[in-house]
């Protein structure tokens, strides 16, 4: 992404549009000038800049046309995030898919089995898996020492009902980013999600 001024000491910011542009068609750029003529507004727009600041401006200007356009970052970084959510309760993984998807894009995945969710996470690249401890087919904290080798860039979360030390520092060991005691409440792993995801880039707000 480039801010770039209208005004420049030896060229015009229209025709430094253009060729950046022209190099690129898919270079993302904001432009921050002085200058409010609409005709000139209008040119650049039509050049492919995807927001206009005029000056003066304040910072949440800046803040603002980066969350409006950040999908379009996130999309040439990769797409999408893709989450996993393993739980036996199915209440559980419905909930927090419900949760997830009225506030952000995102390709999410739910199972409710062990076995299945090591097979998903074995064929996926998942950004973050959220893995409930106790589960039918195969334990969470089994998985996640399964699939961690392969899968590095996996921020792995535990959900549980059993909260014991022991429990907690062998999921720490594993190199969990965090765990979350049950009953869940979807806000709080929800900003812990966010955080993750804006950190990788990849926190897209649902339209």
Same mark, same amino acid.
């Given at each position: 992404?480039?801010?770039?001024?209208?005004?420049?000491?030896?060229?015009?910011?229209?025709?430094?549009?253009?060729?950046?542009?022209?190099?690129?068609?898919?270079? =993302?750029?904001?432009?921050?000038?002085?200058?409010?003529?609409?005709?000139?507004?209008?040119?650049?727009?039509?050049?492919?800049?995807?927001?206009?600041?005029?000056?003066?401006?304040?910072?949440?200007?800046?803040?603002?046309?980066?969350?409006?356009?950040?999908?379009? #970052?996130?999309?040439?970084?990769?797409?999408?995030?893709?989450?996993?959510?393993?739980?036996?309760?199915?209440?559980?993984?419905?909930?927090?898919?419900?949760?997830?998807?009225?506030?952000?894009?995102?390709?999410?995945?739910?199972?409710?089995?062990?076995? *299945?969710?090591?097979?998903?996470?074995? $064929?996926?690249?998942?950004?973050?898996?959220?893995?409930?401890?106790?589960?039918?087919?195969?334990?969470?904290?089994? #998985?996640?020492?399964?699939?961690?080798?392969?899968? $590095?860039?996996?921020?792995?979360?535990?959900?549980?009902?059993?909260?014991? *030390?022991?429990?907690?520092? $062998?999921?720490?060991?594993?190199?969990?980013?965090?765990?979350?005691?049950?009953?869940?409440?979807?806000?709080?792993?929800?900003?812990?999600?966010?955080? =993750?995801?804006?950190?990788?880039?990849?926190?897209?707000? $649902?339209?």
């Amino acid at each position: 992404m480039l801010f770039r001024s209208m005004v420049l000491p030896d060229k015009d910011g229209l025709e430094v549009l253009k060729e950046i542009k022209a190099k690129d068609a898919n270079n =993302i750029v904001i432009i921050v000038s002085s200058k409010t003529d609409d005709k000139i507004i209008k040119t650049a727009k039509e050049l492919g800049a995807i927001e206009y600041i005029t000056k003066p401006f304040f910072r949440e200007s800046i803040r603002t046309a980066l969350s409006n356009n950040l999908y379009r #970052i996130t999309a040439q970084d990769g797409g999408k995030p893709k989450i996993l959510i393993v739980d036996d309760e199915e209440e559980i993984c419905y909930s927090l898919n419900k949760y997830f998807n009225r506030r952000i894009e995102a390709d999410t995945v739910l199972t409710f089995d062990g076995e *299945q969710a090591l097979d998903l996470i074995s $064929k996926n690249k998942f950004d973050v898996v959220f893995m409930d401890i106790n589960l039918p087919g195969k334990d969470g904290l089994s #998985i996640i020492e399964e699939a961690r080798p392969n899968n $590095k860039h996996t921020a792995f979360i535990t959900v549980t009902g059993y909260g014991s *030390q022991e429990l907690i520092q $062998k999921a720490r060991e594993l190199g969990i980013v965090d765990y979350f005691r049950k009953p869940v409440k979807p806000e709080e792993i929800f900003a812990k999600l966010k955080s =993750i995801l804006i950190a990788r880039g990849k926190y897209i707000v $649902k339209k």
